[in-house]
Antibody, heavy 122, light 107 residues
């Protein structure tokens, strides 16, 4: 069974930085596109950004609220996805999930981690 | 950015009843890129429907999706106790967005 495990969340002051990690297992990690999705307390999910596989071009796309402040990267040798968050603001407070989806035996599958909480507060 | 508007905000129904949830997009969405998720408290969202009408692996056939263009619907034919949750639609094109959710609660 595919597993995604996020880590690195915590309390950070406005203007600060944090790096989240997402360790993947039971997955051909290098072949899949990976996403970060966040969910603020009591709100719906919000897509943060996506990093294509190297074979898919290796480029990243970001949602407007985080563009220029957040950077997604990956280390395929470690099956790990990263989210570098800079210039954090209180509105970035949320549970951050890494997710992936792809076709597996003609069915679309979708996996989420358990999430890691980021709190931006002074 | 494509804005997805879900209605109603809350649906109060009894077990065994039919639930019809709506998702309207601010511009046309390719049906290949419209999904529905279920979320229960303290859990990550779970994929129910992809490509507007494809049922994800392991999802009971009481869940069905339909629609095209800007109007999409999730139908739960007979609500089971475990179906009471929040449901989100998502378009997963070049810049994915989610709807604000519909809460299905026990009447």
């Amino acid at each position: 069974e595919v597993q995604l495990v996020e880590s690195g969340g915590g309390l950070v002051k406005p203007g600060g930085s944090l790096r989240l990690s997402c360790a993947a297992s039971e997955l051909t990690f290098s072949n899949v596109w990976m996403n970060w999705v966040r969910q603020a307390p009591g709100k719906g999910p919000e897509w943060v950004g996506r990093l294509k596989s190297k074979i898919g071009g290796g480029t990243a796309d970001y949602a407007a609220p985080v563009k220029g402040r957040f950077t997604i990267s990956r280390d395929d040798s470690k099956n790990t996805l990263y989210l570098q968050m800079n210039s954090l603001i209180t509105e970035d407070t949320a549970v951050y999930y890494c997710t992936t989806d792809y076709y597996d035996n003609s069915a679309w599958v979708n996996y989420w981690g358990q999430g890691t909480l980021v709190t931006v507060s002074s | 950015e494509i804005v997805l508007t879900q209605s109603p905000g809350t649906l109060s129904l009894s077990p065994g009843e039919r639930a019809t949830l709506s998702c309207r997009a601010s511009q046309s969405v390719s049906s290949s890129y419209l999904a529905w998720y279920q979320q229960k408290p303290g859990q990550a969202p779970r994929l129910l429907i992809y490509a507007a009408s494809g049922r994800a692996t392991g999802i009971p056939d009481r869940f069905s999706g339909s629609g095209s263009g800007t109007d999409f619907t999730l139908t739960i034919t007979r609500l089971e106790p475990e179906d009471f949750a929040v449901y989100y639609c998502q378009q997963y094109g070049s810049s994915p967005t989610f709807g604000q959710g519909t809460k299905v609660e026990i009447k």
